[in-house]
């Protein structure tokens, strides 16, 4: 937390050494530009603080983890203005000469301490440990970059120049606490890279329904699951897939639910040994809604149950390609719908289909009485 402290004590007391053979000696301060005062002095002033790019998103090599992974410590790069302060005036009118031999003699100085080291005593105590070697560093500050900071302390314009310092870093309070040891070693061996889902045949699925899944690199370990949607029913996290037939490459499988909730869906496929994973792979599938029965009559003129799989509260009815009113379609729940199906409707067999979830479901053919 002391380390920018750390960086402007050691950058005075570089000056301080610099000028310590002057006569007049300058004497070197830390402090604003607008300070008030007639000594002959140097002055360090930061006047901005930014982040250090090399160093921004990683941890110090020198340390390591010392903080929770993911939350490195605040790597910085100060600018400084060394600005020389002549004394008041003097008979001749020559102050301002001692304080640019002030300026050109810390300039030397710090051009020939460029890089400060842990072990140098110069180097201030509250600075360390560092993670790399101090670097100082002139800039190159045009005119109206200096005007404009002195511009912004309403002071006349006086003999500056520019370095930055880096790296400085600022510890993160957060502390890193290791994971446990490896305590048993596992090793899996396993005949293949992983699963790879090839295609589903057909794309629109539906429960009662058997589909295809063709997998490359199947082994006895693969397991396949349909991914949870809001609005399915109470269940496991992700739906085991029933599986109907076994063959090279490819798997006979059953959705396990006829109240899952209908639209595009995701298949997983999960390959482990020994609790390890060894691969896994996604494909995409439609869930679309359909009517299952009954395989009585419909009776005409007053509400009739139609059972169904992937029903949803938005659902549709289409008696012979026609859509029914909203007012004789009642939803109750995704495995049954109430319809009055219209007077006018000739009797004998028809197709019924329903709409949900922005997908349609196939055809089913029933009798009306």
């Not at 203005?81 to 030397?108: I, K």
């Not at 002071?155 to 993160?172: A, F, M, N, Q, T």
């Not at 037939?245 to 869906?265: H, I, K, M, Y």
Request: aromatic letters at 4%; charged letters at 20%.
């Amino acid at each position: 937390m002391t380390a920018i402290q750390g960086v402007d004590e050691t950058l005075k007391e570089l000056a301080k050494q610099a000028v310590a053979s002057l006569s007049p000696k300058p004497d070197v301060t830390v402090g604003p530009l607008d300070r008030e005062d007639d000594d002959l002095r140097l002055n360090w002033f930061l006047y901005r603080v930014g982040p250090n790019p090399a160093y921004r998103n990683m941890e110090p090599p020198r340390t390591g983890w010392r903080t929770s992974r993911g939350r490195p410590p605040l790597a910085l790069s100060l600018s400084y203005l060394l600005t020389a302060f002549p004394a008041s005036a003097t008979n001749g009118g020559d102050q301002e000469q001692f304080a640019h031999a002030g300026m050109a003699a810390a300039m030397r100085g710090l051009h020939e301490n460029a890089l400060v080291t842990e072990d140098e005593p110069v180097l201030s105590a509250l600075a360390k440990p560092l993670v790399e070697p101090l670097r100082i560093t002139m800039q190159d500050l045009d005119l109206e970059a200096i005007s404009k900071i002195w511009t912004a302390v309403s002071k006349p314009l006086r003999l500056s120049v520019g370095y930055e310092v880096s790296l400085v870093v600022v510890d993160s309070t957060q502390v890193h606490a290791a994971g446990p040891p490896v305590r048993t070693r596992r090793v899996a061996v396993a005949p293949s890279l992983g699963p790879r889902l090839v295609s589903v045949t057909p794309g629109r699925i539906g429960h009662g329904v058997d589909f295809t899944v063709a997998v490359e690199g199947l082994t006895s370990a693969t397991v396949l699951t349909l991914a949870r949607e809001d609005g399915d029913p109470a269940g496991p996290d992700d739906w085991p897939l029933t599986v109907v037939e076994a063959a090279a490459g490819s798997l006979t499988l059953q959705l396990p639910d006829p109240g899952l909730v209908p639209g595009a869906r995701r298949i997983d496929a999960t390959a482990s040994e020994a609790g390890l994973l060894l691969g896994r792979d996604t494909i995409g599938v439609t869930v679309v809604p359909r009517v299952t029965g009954p395989a009585t009559p419909l009776a005409k003129g007053t509400p009739v149950t139609l059972t169904a799989v992937h029903a949803a509260s938005d659902v549709e009815v289409f008696l012979g390609g026609a859509a029914l009113p909203s007012a004789q379609v009642s939803f109750v729940s995704p495995t049954e719908i109430s319809v009055t199906i219209p007077g006018s409707t000739p009797a004998g067999a028809t197709d019924v289909m329903l709409r949900a979830g922005k997908v349609a479901g196939p055809p089913t053919q029933v009798e009306i009485a």
